[in-house]
Nanobody, 125 residues
Framework: QVQLVESGGGSVQAGGSLRLSCAVS???????IGWFRQSPGKEREGVAG???????FTIRSVKDRFFVSRDNAKNVAYLQMNNLQPEDTAMYFC????????????????????WGQGTQVTVSS
């Protein structure tokens, strides 16, 4: 059974940086790993991810500020978030799928097979 353990997150002022980590266990083959976020009253939205072939995608609103990477030897993925803004405030969830290889967009939530526990990111102005 796939398990995801998230770490990182916290509170920063606008312009600050944070790094989220997501450790994956219980799966030996190629997989998609990424982050979705959700703020109160809004739907969960995909932010950035890496496909099974190591292709990457980042949504336009955070492009050039957020960077996703993966250490395949450690089975850990990272989301480096720079120049954070108040609108980035949300609960961030790590997401796993064995069904997504090449990505040119964030996968539908229906393809996500496992979720991390979530970590809060709060950005003050």
């Amino acid at each position: 059974q796939v398990q995801l353990v998230e770490s990182g997150g916290g509170s920063v002022q606008a312009g600050g940086s944070l790094r989220l980590s997501c450790a994956v266990s219980g799966y030996r083959y190629s997989y998609f790993i990424g982050w979705f976020r959700q703020s109160p009253g809004k739907e969960r939205e995909g932010v950035a991810g890496i496909g099974g072939d190591d292709s990457t995608f980042t949504i336009r609103s955070v492009k050039d500020r957020f960077f996703v990477s993966r250490d395949n030897a450690k089975n850990v993925a990272y989301l480096q978030m720079n120049n954070l803004q108040p609108e980035d405030t949300a609960m961030y969830f790590c997401a796993f799928s064995s069904r997504v290889n090449n990505i040119q967009n964030m996968p539908s939530r229906s393809l996500i097979e496992a979720w991390g526990q979530g970590t809060q990111v709060t950005v003050s102005s």
